[in-house]
């Protein structure tokens, strides 16, 4: 049994006295494990960082088995990253955030927009907000998608400005004024508005939002929590925000 295909490393384990378990999110297989034999030495270190684009070649017996990969360095974006200590937090935060992608289990569209965010992280204006764009679309790929073009109370598709944490579902001006402090505000860049539009304020509440549902939806009913990393960078994005308010 094996296969090619392209990935994104999100993790990589020191496995017995000089192996690695290597943790891809591939294009055409999905987040898909494997051995690395030697992978803890000197000669792949640096290869294999968190962010990193492959060409791998996985084998194994039987395709339930672990399986070994050998693989060739396409991007190393962990090294270009190193000096911006922000796009690092965001590139370890997506990668923790993308191991709740299930196993096995090919998400090509996922893929294709997990591979843009982290090519926008050396732009600082712009990647924080297409992060949020691509847990929207974690949140959707997934079954849990929110509802955000039309109000969930009215059916209207006019002056949406709210976001109900309970049903996820858009809410108008006028439905949601009388209940506004129990709500979500709605930034504009998640309903059709460019990335490179959004406030620090709209991407610091996109955070609040996706985190939310992410937390409820996906890492809570699998015995889990936010990955720590990724309530780091809300916090960092939150801080930024208040900055440029002040």
Known sequence: MEWRDEGIILSARSYGESGAILELFTREHGRHLGLVRGGAGRRHKSSLQAGNS???????????????????????????LMEDAFSLMGLSAACAVAGIIPEREAHPALYEGFELLLDTMDDPDIWPAVFVR?????????????????????????????????SGGAVSREAGDPYKERLFRLPQFLIGAQAGAA????????????????DRHLFTPHGRHLPDARIRLAERVFTRSRAVAN
């Open 54 to 80: 492959l060409a791998a070649h996985w084998r194994a017996r039987l395709s339930e088995h672990l399986g070994t990969y050998t693989a060739e360095l396409m991007k190393p974006r962990a090294g270009l």
């Open 134 to 166: 691509w847990e929207l679309g974690l949140l959707q790929e997934l079954g849990f998608g929110l509802d955000l073009g039309q109000c969930a109370a009215t059916g209207s598709r006019d002056d949406l400005v709210y976001i109900s944490p309970r």
């Open 199 to 214: 406030t620090p304020d709209d991407v610091a509440e996109g955070f609040r939002i996706t985190g939310h549902f992410l």
